[in-house]
Structure formats: C-alpha cells, structure tokens
C-alpha cells in the first residue's frame, strides 16, 4: 500500500516537474518579449516588421538543451551575416534588428516560438531550425500566419513548403552522389548504421534503393536511440557483417562515443571506412580528430573550400567568434540564407512575405561554397556536393566535388529508382 | 565461439559503466533516500574536470608529462565533484530529507543550472579530451578477439572504487557512524554522533564517486553539457532493480542490465534491446518490488 502511494507521488512529482518546466519556459518567453515589445506595438499598425530604419528578423535556434551543440554556431554565423549586412547600410535602407529565441531542442517550443516571433514581434522572416523535428514542428505555424522560415540544414527531402527555404542540402545535394562515390570506389557493400529518428530512416530508405538499383549491397541496418553511447555491440555486429564501407548517419553525441570505441576495437579508416552525413569540423573539434583521421564525410561546404569568399567567411568568423573556431557547412547555410533573403528583399522593393518569395526566384550569390541559386520551383538552393577527407588537425580535405552546383531534387523525381519512396 | 567470447566482454564491460554510474547514486539515493536528479550532472562535473587537468597539462607541463594527466584527473573530479555535492547538501539537500518529492525536484532544477552554467563556462559543443597513450590500443586474446585497454582499464577502476566503498562503509569507523546514522538517526545522535557531518560527508562521497565516473567515461563517450541526462535513467535503474540500500545489490543490477541488454541488443537492435530490457526489470519488480537484494532492517519501513 505504502509502495502504491510512493509511486504516484513520483508521478505526481514528474508531472509537477513538468508543469513547472513549462512555467519557466514561459517566463523567459514573457522576460523576453517585454523587453522588445516596445518598437512591435509600434510596428503592429502599419506595415509589418520594418518600423522606422530597422526591419525586425527572428532567429530561432536551441540555445539549450543536447542541440544547442550544434545550433548555437549557427546562430552566431547568422548574426555575423546581419551584421554584415547592417554595415553595408542594411536591407531597402533599414537596419536588421535580431530578435534571437531559444527552441531548447524541444519541437513544441520551436513552434510556440514562431508563432510568437510572427504574431508578436511581427518580424519579416526567421532563420532557424536544425532537427527534421524543429521544422516539421514549425512548418504548420508558418503556413498558417503566412510567415517566412529559412531552414539551414542538409535534411531527408521530400518536403517542400512555400512558407520555407531551404539553404541546407537536400539528399540529391549530399547522400546520393555519396552512395554514387563509394560505388565507384568499389565499395559495394554497406552497413548502415543511424539515429533512431526520421531522418537517418528516409536517408537509408533512399540509400538502400540506390544500393539495390546500382549493384551495392545493404548488408546491415541499425538503429540506436539518439544520445545511445554505448556502440560495442554495434561494432560487434559491424565486424560480423565485413562491409566495405559503414554509412553513418548517427546525430549528436553517439557520433563520440561511436568514433573513440570504433577505434578502441582497433578498426582504424584504414581497416573499415566510414562515411558520415552528421559529422562537420564543429563535430569533429567535439570528437577529436585522432579517432576521425581518415574517415570520409558528406557535405556541400569545408573550412579548407577554395573560394575567395570562404577566405573572407572564415577570417571574418575567427575575427568574431575567437581564432579557435571553426566554420561548418550548417554555418554556412545560415549564413548564406541571411544574404539571399536580403538580396530577395531589395529585389522585391519590400519585406512583404508573398513579394519577398515571388522575387526570390532564381536570385544568385557568390557564397562561401560557391555560387548558389534559389531554385524558383522547390524553394531549394542549387549547391556543389562535396565528399572530404578528415585529416589529424581536425580540418576536412576535399576529394571530390560534383564539378558545380546541382539543381535540388527534394522528391527525386529525376531518379528511376527512387519511384515510390516520395509517394509515403 | 569468438562472438561469443567478445559479446560476453562486453556485456561485461557494459556491467561495469553501469556500476560506475550507479555507485555515487547508490549512495545518495540507496543509502541517503535523496531522489537526486542531479546525479547525472556531477557525472558531467566529472568529464569536465578530466578536461580541465588535461587543458593545464597541456599548456603547463611538458610534453612527456601529459600521459600522467589521467590519474590526476580521476583525483581532481573526485574532488571537484566532493566539494561541490558537499556545498549543494549544505546549502540546500539537508532542508530535504524525508520529503522525497521536494527534494525530487530541487535537485532536478539544481541539474538544469548546472548543465546551463557548463554551457556558460565551457561553450555548447563538445569538448575533446584526448585518452593517454597507455590507454589505446587493446589486448589480443585470439585472433579477432581484442579486449580495449580502456575497458578493462574501466573494469579495474569500478572494482577499485567497489573496494574502497566496501572498506569504507564496513571497514572504517566513519563508515561504521554513517551506517548507524542511516539505520536509526535519532538513536546515533543520542550516542554522540554528528549527524549533521556525516550527511553532508556521506553526500558529498556520493557525489565525487560520480564525478570518478565522469572522469572514466570521458576514454570512451562524449564530453558536453548535457552527458548527464544520457546516464542518469540508467543509474536508477541499477539502483531500483539492485534492491535499494544494498552495494552488493547494485553490484548484481549492474551486472544483470549490462548482460541482457548486451544479449538483446546483439540479438535484435539497439532500440528494442532497451525496450526489452526495461520490460524484463518492469516484470522483476512485479515478482520482487523490493529489487533483487531487499534490506531487512525497519529502518525501511
């Protein structure tokens, strides 16, 4: 009897947690929004978001919580575009004014987020997101208000929202010529090891029917929880299976754990390759480069990206965020997304929503990783696919490049085999 | 025969990382009945000591010293994570005892400030910390079969931790005064004994075992703000299914999760494994809700 009690008390408890949990979110939210709700009531009556000479964006990214890891970097590289920008005499004459929230990698706050940075901050548009499930969270409250998002991530595809842009790759852009490398390598059979989560799923999907389509082999897929740091049986099961190569697509935190007992087992890049889509110089800082040299990753942009731009992106960065950092292809899709939503707005004379994206289309710019274009059909950017090597000093060397930027193909509709996977 | 042979190290192995986590806990909530949420954070207290020794090293001492950083990083997280269990039992633990769920939730909000002041010191990202040369590589028992310096090296710390628990508790007459504490509080008082040292003492030992086990994990997981939380589910259940109040039974809880969620996880994958495992403890717990060894004493009751 006394054991019941005890028990419900612990839930009780937890729910009380809860609740108290969601209170202090809400505080900070209120905290917040006092201290920019002066110049927004002002803006509220006439035209949105411009009042005055400063235009109001939103960044949303987690700040907190296990993904903060990875966003915080891409929050400041977009800050350092507005800034940028501001001192070039900012967009259609107005400074951009940053109103920075934090989503606390939780998706339901990534949502009341946005719609409290549209409907009370009444900003132009909001960079943010980085999980597949902080978008999907999101995409509702931004068709329904009508709002801009600029989502900066690589990401599974099949998604094309008129309310978002996508400056990340899509899995033409990334996965698909990386599957096309390793074949031509002569890697045919793979292990495909993953996040328990939607987005290392569809990527296996669609790797798995590449490999089937073109001669590869699937010998293997796994799955561990995210934040899994356990991988000794997975390295077991990988040495039962002797794939040529283990496709990668863990997120977070496993990626350490997995690197450092990969080689504890005594497999070196030499031994077994790994390919990583999750894994960018940030990560590789995180991990240690010692139990990364040699293994391959998939991306659109590196450090070492021989472009003038990327010279000025990276001196700029270190200049910044302090000489130790490192830029990463997320980073520089935030920070490219700033821009183009700049140029898109200049071009549209207005920082109206429908006009921004109806002159979107089709506008150029010379990023960091070369020159990209938004495609007017899918709201996707044309990218150059890049598949690097991670050398001891933590940097990626490029090995191959897809000779220019690819034209985004969110539902693969230009691939024979991949019919059917974009029907689900 | 060689899967076998590894699958059974490593569930070992396991086992071990699991007792490594537990044992601070088995402290603070086994012996003290504190519901410490907190305990996953001085886990991460710990890896961020092992980083900080490592970072004065470096810059610090010569090159041919940096291998001799991790003895003294295990000692400095023992001490760093003492101090501050010690000074959190203080200032707030001793205004709980005997309100399970108060003290449920202070310390879990005390977890959310030490992971965000991580966050402030150290950054978001992960830090590296680079394991000393003695410790890579791995031992060949027979072709294919490579047992990890680091794991056995994890394997003989928990055993040495386990030693000087066991001597501590049953050996020690500080050991003596807590059990006597922990079993009848006003009768130990009325023998003369400070109650009040020994709970903060008793606490902060908990503590600084997590922060021994923060210091071990950092050879073999990752090192950020937030480790804690991917531990702290695992470490009550060693505790809850070992039986709560009883080392040996953490010991056995360790060793039977760590075992079976190995088997699983090779037989199926890593996600139902867990779930299967959580199911086996979830149906034990029906059979014998007191865990595997339950404490006669009426202290208990």
């Known amino acids: 009897m006394k054991k019941g009690s005890g028990l419900k008390g612990f839930v009780l408890a937890l729910t009380a947690s809860l609740v108290l949990a969601g209170c202090g979110s809400n505080n900070n939210e209120a905290g917040s929004s006092t201290s920019s709700s002066a110049p927004a009531s002002s803006a509220a009556a006439s035209s949105p978001a411009a009042s005055g000479g400063t235009v109001k964006v939103g960044i949303l990214h987690s700040l907190s919580g296990t993904m903060s890891i990875s966003e915080v970097t891409v929050k400041n590289s977009e800050l350092m575009a507005i800034k940028e920008i501001n001192a070039k005499g900012g967009v259609l004459g107005k400074q951009i004014e940053a109103v920075v929230e934090d989503g606390a990698s939780d998706w339901p706050t990534f949502a009341e987020k946005a719609r409290k940075l549209l409907s009370e901050d009444k900003v132009a548009t909001v960079f943010g997101g980085w999980t597949s499930s902080s978008r999907k969270a999101m995409l509702p409250v931004f068709e329904e208000l009508n709002g801009l998002l600029w989502y900066p991530v690589q990401y599974e595809g099949l998604e094309s929202s008129p309310n978002i842009f996508y400056t990340g790759a899509t899995t033409n852009q990334q996965i698909i010529p990386s599957v096309d490398f390793l074949l031509e390598k002569g890697k045919k059979k793979v292990f495909l090891l993953g996040s328990d989560y939607v987005f290392p799923r569809t990527a296996n999907k669609i790797i798995k029917a590449q490999l089937a389509a073109k001669g590869g082999e699937t010998v293997a897929e796994e799955y561990t929880p995210l934040g899994h740091t356990d991988y000794t049986t997975i390295i077991a099961k990988i040495k039962e299976a002797k794939p040529d190569v283990v496709y990668n697509t863990l997120n977070g935190d496993s990626n350490v754990a997995f690197f450092k007992q990969l080689k504890d087992a005594g497999i070196s890049s030499a031994d077994l390759m790994t390919i990583s889509v999750s894994v960018a110089e940030e990560e590789v800082k995180g991990i240690g480069p010692e139990y990364l040299t040699g293994h391959l990753v998939a991306w659109d942009y590196y450090q070492t990206t021989d472009t003038p731009e990327n010279k000025v992106f990276v001196e700029n960065f270190k200049k910044e965020y302090g000489a130790d950092s490192v830029t990463s292809d997320p980073m520089e899709a935030g920070y490219v997304a700033v821009y183009l939503w700049a140029a898109a707005a200049e071009k549209a004379g207005s920082f109206e929503v429908d006009k921004v994206r109806e002159a979107a289309k089709g506008i150029e710019f010379n990023a960091p990783e070369g020159k990209v274009t938004i495609d007017g059909e899918n709201q996707h950017i044309y990218k150059t696919v890049r598949i690097g090597e991670i050398k001891a000093d933590g940097q990626i060397v490029e090995l191959w490049n897809s000779g220019g930027p690819v034209k985004p193909d969110p539902y693969l509709k230009t691939y024979d085999w991949a019919k059917g996977l974009s029907d689900q | ?92 633990i001793r205004f709980l005892y005997g309100r399970p769920l108060d003290s449920l939730l202070a310390t879990w909000g005390v977890g959310l400030m030490l992971q965000q002041l991580a966050r402030s010191i150290f950054g978001a990202p992960n830090v590296a910390v680079a394991s000393p040369s003695w410790l890579n590589g791995g031992l060949t028992v027979f072709s294919g079969v490579v047992l990890p310096y680091k794991r056995l090296f994890i394997i003989a710390l928990v055993a040495l931790c386990l030693i000087g628990m066991y001597l501590y508790i049953y050996r020690s007459n500080a050991g003596r005064r807590m059990r006597a504490v922990m079993q009848n509080r006003e009768m130990a008082a009325c023998l003369g004994i400070s109650t009040r040292r020994v709970d903060s003492f008793t606490f902060a030992i908990g503590s600084g075992i997590a922060g021994i086990a923060g210091c071990a994990l950092t050879l073999i997981g990752p090192i950020g703000p937030s480790i804690g939380t991917y531990y702290i589910v695992d470490a009550f259940m060693v505790v809850v299914l070992g039986g709560v109040g009883k080392l040996l039974g953490t010991v056995a809880g360790a060793l039977g999760i760590g075992v079976f969620n190995t088997l699983f996880e090779w037989w199926s994958d890593a996600s139902l494994g867990k779930v299967l495992v959580f199911l086996c403890i979830v149906a034990f717990l029906q059979w014998k809700p007191m865990g595997m060894f339950a404490v006669r004493t009426r202290s208990l009751d």
């Open chain 2, 1 to 92: 025969m060689e899967i076998w042979f590894s699958q059974i190290f490593n569930g070992l192995s396991v086992s071990s990382i699991l007792l490594l986590i537990a044992l601070g806990l088995a402290i603070t909530f086994g012996l003290m009945r504190v519901i410490n949420m907190a305990h996953g954070e001085f886990i991460m207290i710990g890896a961020y000591g092992a980083y900080m020794t490592q970072q004065i090293f470096k810059s610090t001492l010569p090159k041919s010293l940096f291998d001799a950083y991790f003895p003294v990083a295990i000692l400095v997280s023992f001490v760093i994570a003492f101090a501050i269990g010690y000074l959190l039992e203080v200032t707030l």
